[in-house]
């Protein structure tokens, strides 16, 4: 029996997202295009230096289980909040999508994680994030009939800086194949993949990872190379298959020896990219589980990604199905 299309597993993180030049950046020192984990007292430094922002549910695999919901998918989620304002703000976004989610939040300590996202005026978003609660985390919150009733179960490779996560995401993999069912990673970004390197490529080589997606810096960092040609031939040897997302160029996919271009979407204006690689792989998954071709898996994932970088923040303010209907991908 299949209860759900996609399950992910990742931080649950409230983004707080405001506008930036870049002397911002460089005045406090936050590493431009990148996830910076940081502490409570950076975090309200930050906040107090921060100008008007939004609040937003976020946190990569959240974004992605909420695409799936938007598509039409039968989504769940696994992720970690305290019972605080921002917790409620989390688990309310992610039950009125119509996403599965029953992680017991915490009792107040320590708080539900959030991330102060600078966007700067080419679009491009450098996060800071305080993972609070996100790090508690284990192998008590895996629901095992969810795992086993899930076509692909998907975690972000943020969630293997918390160490107790690492249980968590090993036991949803043994569960996921002892049900014949597959398992997917994305990299997150490439600092990630420089902290985690050789246990990411250990994921993949044993198998425990059937399905990476990554962007063109995640691939290049994971095999030490300048060599993207290279680099896209030692992926199609480490995994099954693997989705590369190339920014304005598309994507590139590559299962059994293959190689399949995807065309970008068209894009007027790029107002931030919070988001972007989530959503691709929400299209992506949401195609993989319900039998359409790699291509059009491809082409669900660009126009997902190509809609959520014209907005601010990384949940989708429209309907991603209607938007497939609209451009004629389904019915």
Known sequence: M???DVLTIG???VDILSRCEEDFLVDNEIAKGAMNLIDAERSA????????AIEASGGSAGNTASGVASFGGKAAYFGKTSRDKLGEIFAHDMKAQGVHFATPPLGGTPPTASSMIFITPDGERSMNTFLGACVELGVEDVEPEVVATSKVTYFEGYLWDPPRAKQAIR???RIAHENGREMSMTL?????VDRWRDEFLELMRSKTVDIVFANRAELLALYQTSDFDGALDMIARDCDLAA????EEGSIIVAKGERIPVQPLAVDKVVDTTGAGDLYAAGFLFGYTNGF?????????????GLVIQQIGPRLQTSLRQAARDAGFIL
């Open 188 to 192: 997150s970004d490439s600092f990630c």
């Open 171 to 173: 036991e949803c993999a």
């Open 244 to 247: 590369v997302t190339l920014s």
């Open 45 to 52: 430094l930050l906040y107090s230096r921060m100008g008007p």
């Open 11 to 13: 931080n649950a993180i």
């Open 2 to 4: 299949t209860a759900f």
């Open 293 to 305: 071709g790699l291509s059009d898996c491809g082409r669900l994932g660009s126009l997902a990604a």
